[in-house]
């Protein structure tokens, strides 16, 4: 059998190979158990104030909690604490979170011909297991895996781009269970294959088959066992995640389906709404942004931005648009409410809204289309051409604090970046880069 590519280490600007570590496929499951490698310089503390435990954060806004991080980056970027290559391919995100065996970074990433699960040391990036949990795919974007893990307490949730939904042990990835929600929901892949990061709160894991009758379904956190399903939402999977809020009382999940925003309610799926104005026919992938008794839905191809009022009666839920504008044609690098604006690209052009009215108030091609966080103040922007820039979240004018460049991965690098520990991470295919962001 052959060994499949090494994982370099680099902390700081010194390289050096995990030497303790192989790869070897196991049967038709590969599992890596990295627990040995170089001893590495003392690392730096790793805070577990403000875990990011999934997709876009702790709440799915993309917003962190941070404080007292550099307000202004040195020319170069801000430190680097750790890089590691020779991960397996992919275009999701990270969580980060502190866990009862340490501090760990987890990802989904191709190996070999599976797509699988990882958990990173978050002190030094060394790799502390990988576990694959089903077939992976490939299309004319690249290979791997599109989604974020989930982590709620011991758990991790985790759906492959072909559907394979998993729930495995943080400590050492053992699958607890498994399921195919396309083959169990009636449900089709779609062309660029499914992206959805699983939500999760105390008694279901929401994820989106998109199958005749089952647009949307809950499964029991403990067992994967079928709770309801949303038979009167036929759409198909868009490529955006789930967002829960309480609406005047009433839990409602929503998202961007293949044909519309929706809002089903989350203790038995009935189907509240549809707002069709701002979706499109190829590709709806943004998560929504909820504030208020208000959500904002947004799509490239033309769709653009819908902000739509809702209002809770009887247990049931309306929608009602306020406006809709060609201003915020969000792709899939994600939009983020602060302090009554929003922030995200307009097609390749940073913009910012006055979210009540949808008015402009500036537009600026920053550091490239991309993919967006905020943290103390400022907007964290991974382009997908390899920059990293911070910008003020500064309704009056487009204020940059800092821009540096990342190594070409020889595809488009769209994972959202995240912000944990004091620490700015990202992923860029099969590398994840840490960097200390705190104001000295």
């Given at each position: 059998?052959?060994?499949?590519?090494?994982?370099?280490?680099?902390?700081?600007?010194?390289?050096?190979?995990?030497?303790?570590?192989?790869?070897?496929p196991?049967?038709t499951?590969?599992?890596?158990?990295?627990?040995?490698?170089?001893?590495?310089a003392?690392?730096?503390?790793?805070?577990?104030?403000?875990?990011?435990?999934?997709?876009?954060?702790?709440?799915?806004?993309?917003?962190s909690?941070?404080?007292?991080?550099?307000?202004?980056?040195?020319?170069?970027?801000?430190?680097?604490?750790?890089?590691?290559?020779?991960l397996?391919?992919?275009?999701?995100?990270?969580?980060?979170?502190?866990?009862?065996?340490?501090?760990?970074?987890?990802?989904?990433?191709?190996?070999?011909?599976?797509?699988?699960?990882?958990?990173?040391?978050?002190?030094?990036g060394?790799l502390?297991?990988?576990?694959?949990?089903?077939?992976?795919?490939?299309?004319?974007r690249?290979?791997?895996?599109r989604?974020?893990?989930?982590?709620v307490?011991?758990?991790?949730?985790?759906l492959?781009e072909?559907?394979?939904?998993?729930?495995?042990?943080?400590?050492?990835?053992e699958i607890?269970?498994?399921?195919?929600?396309?083959?169990?929901?009636?449900?089709?892949n779609?062309?660029?294959?499914?992206?959805?990061?699983?939500l999760?709160?105390?008694?279901?894991?929401?994820?989106?088959?998109?199958?005749?009758?089952?647009?949307?379904v809950?499964?029991d956190?403990?067992?994967g066992?079928?709770?309801?399903?949303?038979?009167?939402?036929?759409?198909?999977?868009?490529?955006?995640?789930?967002?829960?809020?309480n609406?005047?009382?009433?839990?409602?999940?929503?998202?961007?389906?293949?044909a519309?925003?929706?809002?089903?309610?989350?203790?038995?799926?009935?189907?509240?709404?549809?707002?069709?104005?701002?979706a499109?026919?190829?590709?709806?992938?943004?998560?929504?942004?909820f504030?208020?008794?208000?959500?904002?839905?947004?799509?490239?191809?033309?769709?653009?931005?819908?902000?739509?009022?809702?209002?809770?009666?009887?247990?049931?839920?309306?929608?009602?648009?306020?406006?809709?504008?060609?201003?915020?044609?969000?792709?899939?690098?994600?939009?983020?409410?602060?302090?009554?604006?929003?922030?995200?690209?307009?097609?390749?052009i940073?913009?910012?809204?006055d979210?009540?009215?949808?008015?402009?108030m500036w537009?600026d091609?920053?550091v490239?289309?991309?993919?967006i966080?905020?943290?103390?103040?400022?907007?964290?922007?991974?382009?997908?051409?390899?920059?990293?820039?911070?910008?003020?979240?500064?309704?009056?004018?487009?204020?940059?604090?800092?821009?540096?460049?990342?190594?070409?991965?020889?595809?488009?690098?769209w994972?959202h970046?995240?912000?944990?520990?004091?620490?700015?991470?990202?992923?860029?295919q099969?590398?994840?880069?840490?960097?200390?962001?705190?104001?000295?």
């Amino acid at each position: 059998m052959n060994k499949p590519t090494g994982i370099r280490c680099r902390k700081g600007s010194a390289t050096a190979r995990l030497s303790g570590c192989r790869w070897w496929p196991i049967l038709t499951a590969i599992l890596v158990l990295c627990v040995a490698g170089p001893t590495p310089a003392p690392a730096q503390s790793v805070s577990a104030t403000s875990d990011w435990p999934q997709w876009r954060g702790p709440d799915r806004s993309g917003r962190s909690p941070e404080t007292g991080l550099f307000d202004q980056w040195p020319e170069s970027g801000p430190p680097p604490v750790w890089k590691v290559e020779g991960l397996g391919a992919g275009f999701g995100s990270l969580a980060v979170v502190e866990t009862a065996m340490g501090p760990r970074v987890f990802l989904q990433m191709q190996v070999g011909r599976q797509s699988a699960v990882a958990a990173l040391d978050a002190a030094d990036g060394r790799l502390v297991w990988s576990r694959a949990i089903g077939p992976s795919r490939d299309n004319d974007r690249g290979p791997g895996p599109r989604a974020t893990p989930t982590v709620v307490g011991d758990r991790i949730y985790a759906l492959t781009e072909n559907g394979d939904l998993a729930a495995l042990r943080v400590n050492d990835g053992e699958i607890l269970w498994q399921r195919n929600i396309l083959n169990d929901f009636n449900g089709s892949n779609i062309e660029w294959l499914l992206s959805e990061s699983p939500l999760v709160d105390d008694d279901h894991v929401y994820v989106t088959p998109g199958g005749r009758g089952a647009g949307i379904v809950a499964l029991d956190p403990d067992t994967g066992r079928t709770m309801w399903v949303s038979d009167d939402l036929g759409d198909r999977a868009g490529y955006a995640s789930l967002i829960l809020e309480n609406v005047g009382g009433v839990p409602i999940l929503m998202t961007l389906t293949a044909a519309a925003g929706v809002g089903v309610r989350a203790t038995d799926g009935a189907l509240m709404w549809r707002y069709t104005e701002s979706a499109n026919r190829t590709a709806n992938a943004a998560t929504p942004v909820f504030a208020g008794d208000q959500v904002f839905f947004s799509s490239s191809y033309g769709g653009g931005g819908g902000l739509v009022r809702l209002t809770a009666s009887g247990g049931t839920v309306g929608a009602e648009e306020v406006y809709h504008t060609r201003n915020m044609e969000n792709h899939h690098g994600g939009m983020i409410y602060v302090d009554g604006y929003l922030y995200g690209f307009h097609n390749s052009i940073l913009t910012c809204l006055d979210f009540a009215t949808g008015e402009r108030m500036w537009r600026d091609r920053s550091v490239g289309k991309g993919a967006i966080a905020y943290a103390d103040g400022h907007l964290y922007i991974l382009s997908e051409n390899n920059r990293v820039g911070l910008v003020e979240a500064n309704p009056a004018e487009y204020v940059e604090k800092g821009r540096f460049e990342i190594e070409d991965e020889g595809l488009s690098s769209w994972a959202h970046p995240v912000i944990s520990g004091g620490r700015l991470y990202i992923r860029n295919q099969g590398t994840v880069m840490a960097w200390d962001v705190r104001g000295r």
